[in-house]
């Protein structure tokens, strides 16, 4: 591992995933190769404590990027320890070591942390719990972040695969959804403009099916019972910010 003397201006966690992926890439064509580090989940692993912290040490980050997270919906029905010790101890883990280094954080929530909320929910629309578990174990982070954070800023957003990549979509999940690079250049517009704090952030409500024919041509489907069907959300705060 290179010295304290290699410092950068980000660190991205989760670099392997689809959103920290294009994080990157939108990354480097802004800014300079050698002020980018990027881990994937073999290099850097956020349910390791002293890993992440020495990581975070070692190049000592002006901001970090937590897109790192267990975003199997159906799988943490099944395996709650698993995706709560990623989703909401790794994010401990990252939070943590930011504070020691005084490295502003941005963490990657999720829409799902709405799911038994109302429609076009804001960001002070959470509810005490969620009806599925990935959801909640990502609203858990949420809280915690914000209690454990000094500088951060929350992003709450869902982004899919482009062009869609399945022979169906459903026709009744609506939210703010949009494919992987728009999310991606919203949240670098965000970063840009140096905000803090909550935000939602997505493009306009629409459902799985009509975003998927974009790109695709795709039957219709209809939601399992995990899955909530209306994940809207209030885009006001963004809206201002972004103008």
């Not at 800014?31 to 990581?55: C, G, P, V, Y």
């Not at 629309?125 to 972040?145: A, E, F, M, Q, R």
């Not at 959300?233 to 910010?241: A, C, G, V």
Request: aromatic share 8%; glycine share 4%; net charge negative.
């Amino acid at each position: 591992m290179e010295s304290l003397s290699s410092t950068v201006k980000w660190l991205i966690l989760g670099a392997g995933g689809q959103l920290g992926n294009a994080l990157v890439r939108l990354l480097e064509n802004t800014e300079s190769k050698q002020d980018i580090k990027a881990f994937d989940h073999r290099q850097a692993d956020i349910t390791n404590a002293m890993q992440i912290e020495q990581i975070v040490k070692t190049f000592q980050p002006d901001q970090i990027v937590n897109a790192a997270a267990w975003t199997d919906v159906a799988g943490a029905e099944s395996n709650i320890d698993l995706a709560n010790n990623v989703n909401t101890q790794g994010a401990i883990n990252v939070a943590t070591a930011a504070k020691i280094t005084g490295a502003s954080l941005l963490h990657i929530s999720t829409d799902y942390v709405y799911s038994n909320s109302i429609p076009f929910a804001s960001e002070n629309d959470v509810p005490v719990h969620c009806n599925n578990w990935y959801g909640y174990t990502k609203l858990l982070s949420d809280g915690l972040i914000q209690l454990r954070s000094e500088d951060y800023l929350l992003i709450r957003c869902s982004h899919k695969p482009s062009p869609f990549v399945y022979d169906n979509a459903w026709i009744d999940y609506v939210g703010n959804f949009d494919y992987v690079d728009t999310i991606a250049t919203l949240i670098i517009d965000c970063i840009n403009k140096d905000l803090s704090g909550v935000y939602n952030v997505g493009t306009d409500v629409k459902t799985m099916f009509d975003l998927a024919n974009e790109t695709n041509v795709v039957e219709s489907s209809f939601t399992p019972s995990h899955v909530p069907n209306n994940l809207s959300m209030d885009l006001t705060k963004l809206k201002s910010s972004l103008p």
